[in-house]
T-cell receptor
Framework: DAGVIQSPRHEVTEMGQEVTLRCKPI?????LFWYRQTMMRGLELLIY????????DSGMPEDRFSAKMPNASFSTLKIQPSEPRDSAVYFC???????????FGQGTRLTVV | GDSVTQMEGPVTLSEEAFLTINCTYT??????LFWYVQYPGEGLQLLLK?????DKGSNKGFEATYRKETTSFHLEKGSVQVSDSAVYFC???????????FGRGTSLIVHP
């Protein structure tokens, strides 16, 4: 398996623009997580899906952030409108419910100018 | 909710030195415990894990023992290498949710 695949790897956008980050989890995994990593706050859980259903979105910072998982092999994290403070590395991870190890993608480095 | 406390970094060592990175956690019930490692420019990957009290996880010369009485899961390695330079994350995951909870991690820098 190719592992968790995220795209794009790098994204530079202007403040106010819409940004969409994409994730393909490992085939057969039924839990998917979106995390945000910054120097100040470390690695924060944004949202957790199980069997494509959002279970816990309490980490989503505000209404500008939204996440979807239309099927078991694809998820998106959207920021609209983007702000400079959204600049961070965003990671997607997946796991089997029975196996608690989380497998991470390479991350998307987002820069909002 | 679950939380973890790790020692602040960076930890700077010379090659072949002994490494300890402390980790204590709070969690409901009896969580599985994990150490993840993040090399520069990459995502996190599992280093080792322990699923019940007194279990010892080990991998690549690293070890950690699940200490329920002290709620700790300290990471150790007898002789570090330059290639061990990375950020290390201790993560408990409560049994019901299986959501790994991370903190800021501990940066390790190993000099030749």
């Amino acid at each position: 398996d190719a592992g968790v695949i995220q795209s794009p790897r790098h994204e530079v956008t202007e403040m106010g623009q819409e940004v969409t980050l994409r994730c393909k989890p490992i085939s057969g995994h039924n839990s998917l997580f979106w995390y945000r990593q910054t120097m100040m706050r470390g690695l924060e859980l944004l949202i957790y899906f199980n069997n494509n259903v959002p279970i816990d979105d309490s980490g989503m910072p505000e209404d500008r952030f939204s996440a979807k998982m239309p099927n078991a092999s694809f998820s998106t994290l959207k920021i609209q409108p983007s702000e400079p403070r959204d600049s961070a590395v965003y990671f997607c991870a997946s796991s089997l419910k029975e196996n608690t190890e989380a497998f991470f993608g390479q991350g998307t480095r987002l820069t909002v100018v | 909710g679950d939380s973890v406390t790790q020692m602040e970094g960076p930890v700077t060592l010379s090659e072949e030195a002994f490494l300890t990175i402390n980790c204590t956690y709070t969690a409901t019930g009896y969580p599985s415990l994990f150490w993840y490692v993040q090399y520069p420019g990459e995502g996190l990957q599992l280093l080792l894990k322990a699923t019940k009290a007194d279990d010892k996880g080990s991998n690549k010369g690293f070890e950690a023992t699940y200490r329920k009485e002290t709620t700790s899961f300290h990471l150790e390695k007898g002789s570090v290498q330059v290639s061990d330079s990375a950020v290390y994350f201790c993560a408990p995951a409560a049994g019901g949710s299986y959501i790994p909870t991370f903190g800021r991690g501990t940066s390790l820098i190993v000099h030749p």
